[in-house]
């Protein structure tokens, strides 16, 4: 193995560098076994210099992986409301492990053996150095995305020139799937060699791959790293350390070994911009290794390889086997003997491809040809269960933490929810208190953009009932260290969240629902506040739609306070003024309106109506009423608005004159059009009052029957669209009353006299539904 | 196939083992001549000849070819001399990769798949290229007898001279085991159950007991058993899980991208048209074109521009009756038109495949050809010979 202590000029001290795929199983096997036998004094790995204050957690048994380094830029809140800082643009950047990475088993190996550890990239607080400050589009370490080039796969152009599509299955032939034998970092280190000599002849010989040359910021960025690669290396010698080894990405290898002046890598690394970073660990997930980020390969079948590095032999049996018993667990029936001729086809076809060992492919096409007997489905559940196999890591409780992760974690396990990367379903019943804490604190997550819980459709099932997903997601940990610029607590930093946002807030919709979401997460000291803005944009808003689009949530909202035990008296103030606001705004606002807006008013004035009935407030009831009649005798109402009204009126018991009122609306002197929009709003709550009552159904089939043939063909559609929505038993029922009619009132069911020794038993049982006892 | 005077005594099977078509009647090189339709092997024998003699690959016991000749057979490549091989099957690698490592591990190979999609003709080929011989054959019905699948009897001679070799009337499965060769049960779900059931201990135990003779015939090695069976007949007789469980599965797609549909059909014309002897007319690879794009958007109820949807006609409308119709539409433009194959030679056979269902498939035709036929200008020839035929 290559010695450049010499070149280094510290007697006797000997390097050596480990090229390694990141993410790769073998390469963490072989990394671990060349430790074992080098026993460096001092192993520098590629990654941030900032975590070297911080790997000691990862000796602790509560460190379990997949866990990521993530390096951020504290302070500076996003705006609020600010949507837009998405998850990539953050600056925020991360180093993962799994179990089978192997700068994680080089930093268990060291910190088991007593060995020092530094990690010797380029330093984070120069990577994430905000965007106006990068000369280049390099600003968060991350690659220049679609147009790669072969420098930053330069295991693309390895496996193609050995004749392999896919660099990972070259990777795994080659390294991967060896155990025992010599070892293979000579190897890579010749390879990358050679392959950094031709790369650097590019582009005057085009390689195999011609995906143009990689972005210059990331030349620049790549030189900056091998330098501070090169310094650290330097510095550890100097430090006395005699056995070092270097782990990091193959590529970089040539680099490292290379003799460059010390001089000329301080020159490179001089005044680059520096950011202000902290550093941490947090928990990752599997299907997050997948994805590009810090080291930037990416693997998509991290189940497989963690199932690669655990098992100790026979890596392809134990893995059909446990297909095997995922199966059977789906009530699949799957025999042993299934499983003994899967292997043997999966050995099989790797023979047929050349391939030393069997792979993800070979077994994967085994399962499905074999153990699934050629279906599809079951495929899809091994890939989910077994292939990516979901897992979410953990860190110990001292890992440096901001207060509000704290307060999260403290929360957490008091209320027993323990973070998962599966979703899983919640029921909470938010009469029982630990429930009800439950549900406070995922809304107040959510407050804060923490999606950890999204509530899922569960009405009808009455109030006191709620249904939650729940999916822990690692960039989780990056919203609540942004979300500690609030406060220190969940419940204060959403608090203050939900204030900036009802100050924020531009119209009463969006004030509306804040509020709505306080009196969820039950945040009592913020309510105020976001009253006293409801209070000041409803006296404001002259627009009466608005007024009426507020109630139905303000109503909820109050409802949602009963069961919650909220205080809600602020609220029951807005809601007093929004409604007597609404009850003068109307009038005015229902004149002159065309068809289309006629339709809009109708749809409010269902919904406000609806939701004054939820409130059922005699006071307010009796307003609304009040103003519903003033409006049903205003010359001028669209006959859909007026047919709307009277129908409410009627329902509510205080309109005496229905047929009447029909009667002139339908009759020969109103225009056809009108006269079917009468009917449309009239009906539009469900045709049940024709069956009940014959007066009616008799004025509207007389005004039918009446209409001449040219007024037919044109309000026909009207009729059409105000029938067409009864359900089909209701327009059967209104059908054979129909066809009685004529027989004449005598015809008319429901005056037989009421046997109340019969309808007793009955009357007591809806009583008791209903909850009030008979007797009482 | 059933020889009535069968002279082979039980122990000797190789002594019929002595042409690439054994039994049939005809000597292999008149075979190209006179039958309608030759073996795969009969067709491909040069190929095949040239893939064994480069074939220095590790052979299974009683294979012809390795396996990586077999599958370059099938799914084509070059020679190191140089010669074309020309694909048979153009689909997945990956599913004839592991069906000839199935058969390879001596498990039997159940091909699946809606109608036309291949699977008769990859087995055959399968055959022809492990074994070099495709005509051992069931074909499956349901009135096909438990004989067809194990032995019968000459009954002449069985009442002659009683239970004796040569009155045993051997079944083609019993020949392939006799002889260590690749045997072919075409729509395993049309026999009957308790035909299906005598399959079962045959292809675990690997053995055929003769009891009238106290006799049993053990399958050489190189006896495997290839199946296919249809998707949507899954009903008629249900495989049983006993039986299931003894066949590797795989399923053979409908073919996934317009370019290999065409590749396939415009492929089969050709050799389809050669080999009926048709006069040569060049099938217009806009015709043949056209004619997938109408299937390929009917099948899948939407345009190729994902635009519109459509209605999707009952039948299958498969590959192979794409190639079906632009057959006869070259016989049609041969004898009756202008020497080339133009819109109103294909319109009548695709509106005959369209249309398997005379009420509810007519709608759909319709409405195709009036909603998305019409408005492509380039195909007003095709609409309006459409609309003259329907």
């Known amino acids: 193995m290559t010695d450049v202590a010499a070149a280094r000029g510290t007697a006797g001290a000997r390097v050596e560098v480990f090229g390694i795929r990141h993410h790769g199983p073998g390469s963490a096997r072989a990394v671990r076994r060349a430790l074992e036998e080098f026993k460096p004094d001092a192993v520098l790995i590629e990654g941030p210099p900032e975590a070297d204050a911080i790997v000691d957690l990862a000796a602790d048994p509560g460190m379990v992986p997949p866990v990521a380094l993530l390096a951020y830029a504290p302070g500076e809140p996003p705006a609020p409301g600010d949507d837009a800082a998405s998850w990539s643009d953050r600056r925020a950047a991360f180093w993962p492990f799994a179990e089978f990475s192997p700068e994680w088993q080089a930093v268990r190996y060291a910190l088991d053996e007593g060995a020092a550890v530094r990690f010797c990239d380029l330093p984070a607080a120069n990577q994430l150095i905000p965007p106006a400050q990068a000369d280049d589009d390099d600003g968060g370490g991350d690659g220049g995305g679609d147009g790669e080039g072969i420098r930053l796969d330069p295991l693309g152009w390895l496996a193609r020139a050995a004749g392999y599509e896919d660099a990972e299955r070259w990777w795994d032939d080659v390294v991967e799937h060896r155990d025992g034998g010599p070892s293979p970092f000579p190897a890579i280190a010749e390879a990358m060699s050679e392959l950094r000599e031709r790369v650097a002849a590019w582009p005057s010989e085009a390689g195999p791959s011609a995906a143009g040359p990689p972005p210059p910021g990331h030349l620049v960025r790549e030189e900056q790293r091998e330098a501070a690669m090169r310094r650290t290396l330097r510095r550890a010698l100097r430090d006395g350390f005699e056995r070092v080894a270097v782990v990091c990405g193959a590529w970089h290898v040539p680099a490292i070994l290379a003799r460059v002046p010390a001089a000329r890598d301080d020159r490179t690394l001089r005044g680059l911009p520096r950011a202000k970073v902290s550093m941490t660990w947090v928990p990752w997930t599997h299907g997050r290794l997948a994805e590009r980020s810090g080291y930037g390969a990416g693997v998509r079948s991290p189940g497989w390889y963690a199932h690669l590095f655990a098992a100790p032999d026979r890596p392809v049996e134990r893995w059909l086997t446990d297909a095997a018993a995922v199966l059977r667990r789906e009530d699949l029936h799957v025999s042993s003997a299934h499983v003994i001729e899967a292997v043997r086809l999966a050995e099989a076809l790797a023979a047929l491809r050349g391939r030393p060992l069997a792979g993800l492919d070979e077994v994967t096409e085994a399962t499905r040809a074999v153990l699934c007997e050629g279906a599809d489905l079951p495929v899809e559940l091994i890939r989910s269960r077994m292939v990516v196999g979901e897992r979410l890591g953990s860190v110990p409780d001292d890992t440096p933490m901001v207060p509000l992760q704290r307060d999260l974690a403290d929360r957490q396990r008091r209320l027993r929810l323990a973070p998962s990367a599966d979703g899983r379903d919640l029921e909470l019943d938010l009469r029982r208190d630990r429930d009800l804490d439950r549900s406070r604190l995922l809304h107040r997550l959510r407050l804060l953009e923490v999606d950890w819980g999204v509530p899922a459709e569960s009405r009808g099932r009455g109030t006191f009932r709620e249904t939650w997903t729940l999916c822990w997601r690692p960039e989780f940990d990056v919203e609540l260290i942004e979300a500690s610029a609030w406060g220190t607590t969940v419940a204060g930093a959403s608090a203050a969240r939900a204030g900036a946002m009802a100050e924020a807030a531009e119209s009463l919709a969006e004030l509306t629902s804040v509020a709505e979401r306080c009196l969820l997460a039950g945040l009592g000291t913020a309510l105020p506040g976001v009253m006293r803005a409801l209070a000041d944009r409803a006296a404001l808003d002259g627009d009466v739609a608005h007024l009426m689009d507020a109630l139905p949530a303000l109503v909820r909202a109050l409802r949602y306070g009963d069961v919650r035990g909220t205080g809600t008296g602020p609220l029951r103030t807005v809601v007093d003024g929004l409604v007597v606001r609404v009850c003068v705004g109307l009038p005015p606002a229902s004149r002159g309106l065309d068809d289309d807006a006629a339709r809009d008013l109708l749809g409010r004035l269902d919904r406000a109506h609806s939701a004054l009935a939820t409130l059922d407030d005699a006071a307010h009831t009796a307003r609304w009423h009040t103003t519903l009649a003033s409006l049903v005798d205003r010359d001028g109402l669209h006959g859909l608005l007026e047919g709307r009204l009277t129908r409410l009126l009627l329902d509510a018991g205080i309109l005496a004159d229905a047929p009447g009122r029909m009667a002139r609306a339908v009759s020969a002197g109103a225009e056809p059009a009108r006269a079917a929009a009468w009917v449309e709003g009239f009906l539009s709550e469900g045709g049940l009052v024709l069956v009940h009552d014959d007066v009616l159904l008799r004025l509207v089939d007389g005004w039918i029957a009446g209409l001449p043939a040219e007024a037919f063909t044109g309000v026909l559609p009207l009729l059409r669209r105000a029938f067409g929505e009864f359900a089909a038993a209701e327009r059967r029922a209104i059908g054979d009353r129909v066809r009685h009619l004529s027989g004449g009132p005598s015809a008319r069911p429901g005056d037989d006299p009421v046997d109340p020794v019969r309808a007793g038993p009955a009357t007591a049982t809806v009583l008791r539904i209903l909850g009030t006892e008979a007797g009482s | ?390």
């Open chain 2, 1 to 390: 196939m059933t020889v009535p005077d069968n002279g082979t005594a039980l122990d000797n099977g190789t002594a019929l083992d002595n042409g690439a078509v054994p039994d049939n009647g005809t000597a292999p090189e008149t075979a190209g001549d006179e039958v309608l339709r030759p073996h795969a092997e009969q067709q491909y024998a040069a190929e095949l000849a040239l893939l064994a003699e480069h074939d220095d690959r590790p052979r299974p016991p009683g294979w012809r070819l390795s396996p990586w000749a077999v599958t370059t057979y099938l799914l084509g490549g070059e020679l190191p001399d140089g010669t074309e091989v020309s694909p048979k099957y153009i689909g997945p690698r990956r599913l004839v990769e592991v069906a000839v490592a199935t058969l390879a591990t001596d498990r039997a190979l159940l091909l699946l798949g809606v109608p036309g999609t291949a699977k008769t003709w990859m087995s055959e080929h399968l055959a022809a290229a492990i074994s070099g011989d495709s005509t051992l054959l069931v074909q499956g019905t349901a009135g096909t007898p438990e004989e067809a699948v194990r032995y019968g009897w000459n009954y002449a001679r069985l009442l002659a001279e009683g239970p004796s070799e040569r009155a045993l009337v051997e079944s083609p499965l019993m020949r392939a085991m006799r002889r260590g060769m690749v045997a072919r049960v075409e729509e395993l779900t049309r026999m009957p159950g308790d035909v299906q059931d005598s399959l079962i201990t045959l292809l675990s135990e690997k053995t055929l007991p003769v009891p009238e003779l106290n006799a049993e015939v053990q399958a050489r090695r190189g006896f495997t058993v290839i199946a296919t069976a249809n998707d949507r007949d899954r009903g008629v007789n249900e495989l049983s899980s006993a039986l299931r469980r003894r066949f590797n599965t795989v399923v053979l797609p409908l073919p996934e991208s317009e370019a290999d549909e065409v590749e396939i059909v415009a492929r089969r014309v050709a050799q389809l048209g050669r080999a009926l002897e048709l006069p040569e007319a060049p099938a217009g690879l806009e015709e043949i074109r056209r004619v997938v794009t109408v299937f390929r958007e009917l099948r899948a109820g939407l345009t190729g521009d994902g635009r519109t949807k459509l209605k999707s006609p009952s039948g299958t409308l498969s590959t192979a009756e794409a190639i079906s119709v632009v057959t006869s539409g070259l016989a049609l433009a041969a004898h009756f038109g202008d020497g080339v194959l133009r819109a109103p030679d294909v319109a009548g056979g695709i509106v005959g495949a369209v249309l398997q269902d005379p009420a509810s498939d007519r709608v759909v035709w319709q409405e195709y050809l009036e909603t998305v036929v019409r408005d492509r200008p380039e195909w007003a020839d095709f609409y309006r010979a459409c609309r003259e035929v329907s």
